[in-house]
């Protein structure tokens, strides 16, 4: 129960009271410390109807001149948290350190209320002012939270319900509060998810700005993920030391402030240095690179960029520090050209499209590299600095709802797709293998591609996306057309731009895409060199598999080389080179299969030893949906005790 109150506060304190006894175990606790901190600290009145007070306006000029880049930085994701929660009564608010409030986004149905509590420009939020409310407790508090109702201190403020979460700089300061209020029972926690992802989206935005003259690293332990809220980030000078980390990047690594890191090489977190991430981050167009914590082993998915300024007109980021491994004259879709027609003019043709909204629609056989590609096109376009968001359309299960209820309004997409969605919104979204796309789902993405919007999870009020789509397939989406298993307005609405990626031993460039990628591969072990001799056998080979199959058939004789020098006989007799093993050291299960589907099975065997039976690892590391791992180990005879 409260204490310390005189009897000034009997009276007045019937709200507080009434909570208490009402929801004894349900008021938070962070509700009942702003309470006394009202009571006893800024001897606050409940039932006061004095009017808020709003700086003037000088002061509200210099604090708006103070928190320029703030501003700047935050408007986008206050204008899409805006639209996210559109027609559900909120509105966006964003205030200072010092609960000053500097900009605000009104849903009309919230404006009167809005004015009416002093929800205006230049007022002030903080505790001392406002009382117990989502803006000045949440600075006080430090952490997400929610006042709800008549948990407000203010009588008059009882009917609002705010979301608030903190923003911090790179030191851990907390610079300003982002809140979402409105009169609204509705969604309490859902909107507070959404107010937090925001918070951190500008905590991402303001440390790419603090530090855009440095070295930057970004990972995730996931790599679908980096790009968005959730990614770790450190900033790195050109000598490869640490000079700033943020909140996500200490929570990702388990570490408890940035102290332990600052004026520290790269290495001491990962096993690579800087030159060496950014020469792999050039040679792989940017796509996620698998780094291996210099600690404890663990694995994550990281991308590097060098400086702005190194940036600006140049693309290949690593220029500078590596200039012995990167062409600065190539950007991320002009890296994946090495000699061959057919490459070179998909990439002319996906750069002439770059800067319109057109979708692209990538076909060719598994493990040719369309996501690769869909990730050089995003890094080379305008969205680069926006999210990438890969979406394997073969994994998705079919909605047990009816695609399109009475009234023709699409039912809402799994929560699972529609955050996916919503991450992509302002960058790329990747649908891979979307001849697998279930047909109730197809007309949902028909629908989003129509409308570029989707339908809001609180209200029947839309969402405004706007993403670059890119779709890939290994099928003949025509003839799944003609079998009615691939609805015909989609298949032309994907296919703005149709780019066929050819087969590796189609490819008249094969000999270089096989030392590129030995490249990538033994970037982390550089005295690595293979052969001609094995270059020669490697090209001779048909390659059923792709640039998949090479590249799983490079890593493994890297890890199992006995010697730095490669050459043909290291390669694996079902290769066309080495020696000939006898059929008694095979599996039982294995001895029906031909040579190449035994080289398959022993390849797909080490993913699942090296992710430690996980096929949900399995499946990202290899690029495919679970349920296409799950028909490869039906076709090699492959039977474990899987963990799922």
Same mark, same amino acid.
Request: glycine content about 6%.
């Given at each position: 129960m409260l204490r310390t109150i005189d009897n000034r506060h009997r009276q007045p304190l019937a709200g507080p009271r009434k909570v208490l006894r009402q929801d004894e175990n349900g008021t938070p606790d962070y509700i009942r410390r702003s309470w006394l901190r009202c009571l006893n600290q800024y001897h606050l009145d409940p039932k006061s109807e004095r009017e808020p007070y709003v700086l003037p306006r000088q002061e509200r000029v210099q604090r708006k001149e103070r928190n320029r880049d703030l501003l700047a930085l935050a408007d986008a994701e206050l204008a899409h948290l805006y639209h996210q929660l559109a027609g559900s009564g909120y509105s966006i608010i964003l205030t200072d350190r010092d609960g000053v409030l500097l900009d605000y986004y009104g849903d009309f149905s919230f404006r009167n209320a809005a004015f009416r509590t002093g929800l205006v420009l230049g007022a002030m939020w903080d505790e001392e002012h406002g009382g117990t409310n989502g803006m000045g407790t949440c600075l006080v508090e430090r952490t997400p939270l929610i006042v709800h109702r008549e948990q407000h201190f203010f009588t008059r403020n009882s009917g609002l319900t705010c979301c608030a979460a903190p923003i911090f700089d790179h030191c851990g300061e907390l610079i300003a509060v982002l809140d979402a209020s409105g009169e609204s029972d509705r969604a309490q926690q859902h909107t507070l998810v959404l107010v937090n992802m925001a918070a951190q989206m500008i905590e991402n935005r303001l440390f790419l700005h603090q530090f855009r003259d /440095?070295?930057?690293?970004?990972?995730h332990s996931r790599p679908e993920l980096l790009g968005t809220w959730g990614e770790g980030i450190i900033a790195l000078d050109g000598a490869g030391l640490i000079t700033a980390i943020d909140r996500n990047a200490l929570f990702q690594l388990g570490l408890k402030s940035p102290a332990e890191l600052l004026g520290s090489p790269l290495e001491r977190l990962f096993t690579i240095s800087l030159s060496a991430l950014l020469a792999r981050s050039q040679r792989k167009s940017f796509h996620p690179l698998t780094l291996y914590d210099a600690r404890h082993g663990g694995r994550v998915f990281a991308i590097a960029q060098a400086p702005q300024s190194k940036r600006s007109g140049r693309p290949n980021c690593a220029a500078e520090v590596a200039p012995d491994? @990167? +062409?600065?004259?190539?950007?991320?879709?002009? #890296?994946? !050209?090495?000699?061959?027609?057919?490459? #070179?003019? =998909? *990439?002319?043709?996906?750069?002439r499209i770059l800067a319109r909204d057109i979708p692209i629609l990538l076909t060719g056989e598994s493990g040719t590299g369309k996501e690769c590609f869909a990730r050089a096109l995003h890094a080379s376009s305008e969205r680069a600095e926006k999210p990438f968001v890969a979406l394997h359309c073969g994994s998705l299960a079919e909605p047990t709802a009816p695609a399109e209820p009475p009234g023709g309004v699409p039912v809402s997409l799994s929560e699972q797709i529609y955050a996916r969605i919503i991450q992509a919104n302002g960058g790329t979204l990747f649908l891979d293998d979307v001849g697998e796309l279930p047909p109730a789902l197809q007309t949902q993405l028909l629908h989003l591609i129509e409308e570029r919007a989707l339908p809001c999870a609180m209200t029947?009020?839309?969402?405004? *996306?706007? &993403?670059?789509?890119?779709?890939?397939?290994?099928? +003949?989406?025509?003839?799944?057309?003609q079998r009615g298993?691939?609805?015909? +307005?989609?298949?032309?609405?994907?296919?703005? @731009?149709? @780019?066929?990626?050819p087969t590796l031993r189609e490819r008249r460039d094969k000999a270089a895409v096989i030392r590129h990628i030995f490249a990538q591969e033994?970037?982390?072990?550089? #005295? &690595?060199?293979?052969?001609? !001799?094995?270059? +020669? /056998?490697?090209?001779?080979?048909?390659?059923?598999? =792709? *640039?998949?199959?090479?590249? =799983?058939?490079?890593?493994?004789?890297i890890a199992m080389r006995s010697s730095n020098q490669l050459d043909a006989g290291c390669l694996p007799a079902e290769y066309g080179a080495g020696e000939v093993h006898a059929e008694d050291g095979l /599996?039982?299960? #294995?001895?029906?299969?031909n040579p190449l589907e035994r080289a398959e099975r022993s390849a797909l065997l080490h993913e699942i030893e090296l992710h430690q039976g996980n096929l949900s690892r399995v499946a990202q590391s290899l690029g495919i949906g679970r349920n296409t791992l799950y028909r490869n180990l039906r076709r090699l005879r492959i039977t474990l005790p899987i963990r799922r």
């Open positions: /440095a070295f930057v690293v970004r990972f491994l @990167l +062409d600065p004259g190539r950007g991320p879709l002009e #890296a994946l !050209d090495f000699g061959d027609p057919v490459m #070179a003019r =998909n *990439i002319q043709a996906a750069r029947k009020e839309a969402v405004r *996306i706007d &993403v670059q789509l890119v779709s890939a397939t290994r099928r +003949d989406l025509q003839e799944k057309v298993e691939f609805r015909e +307005d989609l298949f032309y609405r994907l296919q703005g @731009l149709l @780019l066929t990626l033994s970037a982390a072990t550089p #005295a &690595v060199s293979m052969s001609e !001799d094995m270059v +020669d /056998a490697l090209k001779a080979y048909s390659w059923p598999g =792709n *640039i998949r199959q090479l590249r =799983n058939v490079l890593r493994g004789m /599996a039982e299960e #294995a001895k029906s299969l």
